[in-house]
């Protein structure tokens, strides 16, 4: 009969395969392909995103296949399953996007219900996008058994050809402009075809400091993603020996009983609340980061992103607000020669990470390749402060996020132009309807009021594309910001509209004012008639009754609080 092996990794799973009583169990899974003697090593689950809809993470498959080896090659036994995601990219500015914050909640329930179910000895979770990486570090924060998350790498940036005959390296983002640029008559449908063509050029995530990149570098600075292994581009050849190193780095931490619970901690969300700031990085990192700490029971409040923010200078120079993408940052030395920038003057807790090294240790390591642009030094910053501003005000009185990477203007008093959806601001940008100055409100577009918080990327770009809206016009919503978005744009404002927030309030011609300097964010009427037009305020009706989006809409919390759902 079965008995089990003398390997300390093998803790949880000895309830699923050992002794006489669990040899149906045995049976089953021999009935799939694993042997009498894999059933006794440390059972390590493969928590994969793959899905063949989008870039991001249609490589996955390969990546899972180079963990498992090197699981294998440690001496476990790895089984893996899938779970779902979703492409912001592809649903941007359609009904779907709203699919894509919900979808974090259902990745991190479906990771920890298959994890639960089989009592798996650790976990690795490969995730390749927006919300699936913020959903896998939420789910091994709630289990609490070794593990860890690996990125599946960014995108390479496409060739686009130019008139004199040179490349141009493009993103996706050059693709949501075009479309701006397109509506407005300044390039056509040829011009437009081309961009479209060349943006993608094979697997990967979006390409810039984006929300993939940012949630993969805000992994490895919590030290629950593999520093440089996490950096490795989709297609590099070096990914396959990555994962497989990520592989037997798990087999590790499973032997030592390394937990999430000792790495992911107050300080170490505060390292990569620092990376974000210093990078450029989106501002889903602060719905993200806060949602991971709740999963933890750990304060954390949007001030403390602009307490942050203010003592961080900003010294990468990546896209959208700059130059350069994250191929060129793992290029340049990647984290860990930002962790050595940060070190220097002091903004780093010297937290454990997956590797068994602490973040001191392995920014030790760097390799930084001589005259790199792309991350400065503090002698040379892009900005005195980060690229995250924390606002409140009339409007915001729970606060709203602000990116200042990317754009000069620090002032802006312009009328409100009031849509109740994205697609009503988007018919307004295309039709040529919104004038330089203007401040587009949507709103309606919340966690509840939705639901789903979607992105406002389709609209964002499009107004970039404008050269004469690009630098005149302001955006707030209580919905989100792709991390593609640049510009002086306020999301997660809150409360939300649906919930009655001051933002349900404004009218077609308010004045509306950001300070960023003074952190406010104000319309510009009297205490008295704000109070009095909102006196009278009725949700609107729920747009979904039944599934998933409604069970989300009556669940999910303030934005200012990570929208979480439980």
């Given at each position: ?59 996955l ?34 009904e ?33 996008c ?20 690996l ?7 496409g ?18 402009e ?25 697997p ?38 990555a ?46 980061l ?9 304060p ?19 896209s ?28 780093l ?22 005259n ?54 988007f ?41 004469e ?19 002086l ?10 919930l ?41 009706v ?8 409604a069970?989300?809409?009556?669940s ?11």
């Open positions: 009969m079965s008995t089990m092996q003398n390997d300390p990794g093998k803790r949880n799973s000895t309830v699923l395969t050992e002794g006489p009583s669990r040899a149906a169990a045995r049976s089953y899974l021999r009935g799939v392909g694993f042997s009498k003697e894999d059933l006794h090593k440390p059972i390590i689950g493969i928590a994969n995103t793959w899905t063949e809809i989008g870039p991001c993470n249609f490589h498959r390969q990546v899972a296949e180079a963990v498992k080896q090197g699981i294998r090659e440690a001496g476990g036994t790895p089984m893996e399953f899938n779970t779902v995601t979703i492409s912001d990219g592809i649903t941007m500015g359609t779907g996007m709203k699919a894509s914050l919900i979808s974090r909640e259902v990745i991190a329930d479906s990771i920890e219900l298959v994890t639960r179910g089989n009592s798996f000895d650790g976990l690795v979770c490969i995730a390749g927006d919300k699936n990486m913020p959903a896998a570090v939420m789910a091994l924060a709630r289990l609490d058994i070794p593990g860890l998350m990125y599946g790498g960014s995108i390479m940036p060739q686009l050809r130019q008139p004199d005959g040179t490349n141009k390296e493009i993103t996706i983002l050059n693709v949501f075009a479309i701006g640029s397109h509506a407005a008559g300044k390039i056509n449908d040829d011009q437009l075809e081309a961009v479209e063509a060349a943006a993608c050029p094979g990967g995530a979006c390409g810039g400091q984006f929300t993939a990149n940012t949630m993969a570098m805000a992994g490895e600075f919590l030290g629950i993603s593999p520093m440089e292994i996490t950096g490795v581009p989709a297609m590099s050849p070096e990914k396959a020996n994962s497989r190193e990520a592989g037997r780095m798990v087999m590790d931490l499973v032997r030592k009983n390394i937990k999430p619970s000792q790495i992911l901690t107050r300080e170490s969300i505060e390292n990569a609340i620092t990376a974000v700031c210093a990078s450029g990085g989106s501002t889903n990192a602060v719905l993200h806060i949602a991971i700490a709740h999963e933890l029971s750990i954390l409040t949007m001030e403390d992103f602009d307490k942050i923010s203010e003592r961080t200078p900003f010294i990468c120079d990546l959208p607000g700059g130059k350069y993408n994250a191929k060129d940052y793992q290029e340049a030395g990647g984290s860990r020669v930002l962790a050595q920038r940060l070190i220097e003057r002091n903004q807790h010297d937290n454990i990470t997956v590797s068994g090294r602490t973040l001191r240790e392995e920014a030790s390591t760097a390799h930084e390749t001589p790199q642009p792309v991350i400065h030094n503090w002698s040379d910053p892009l900005k005195p402060t980060g690229g995250l501003v924390i606002l409140r005000g009339n409007l915001a009185p729970d606060g709203c996020v602000v990116k200042v990477a990317g754009h000069e203007r620090i002032h802006h008093t312009g009328p409100a132009r009031v849509f109740d959806s994205e697609d009503l601001c018919a307004a940008v295309e039709r040529g309807d919104i004038k330089p100055n203007d401040v587009c409100v949507i709103r309606y577009e919340g966690p509840k009021g939705g639901p789903g918080m979607r992105e406002m990327l389709a609209v964002t770009a499009a107004i970039k594309g404008i050269p809206l690009s630098e005149t016009v302001a955006l707030l919503t209580d919905g989100r910001f792709s991390g593609a978005t640049r510009g744009m306020a999301g997660h404002v809150a409360p939300e509209a649906q009655g927030g001051p933002i349900a309030a404004v009218r077609e011609g308010d004045m509306i004012t950001f300070d960023i300097p003074n952190r406010q964010l104000n319309v510009n009427i009297s205490d008295e008639e704000l109070a009095e037009r909102l006196r009278n305020f009725q949700p609107r729920p747009r979904y009754q039944r599934g998933v989006f069970k989300y809409a009556n999910v919390g303030s934005a200012s609080q990570g929208a979480v759902t439980s």
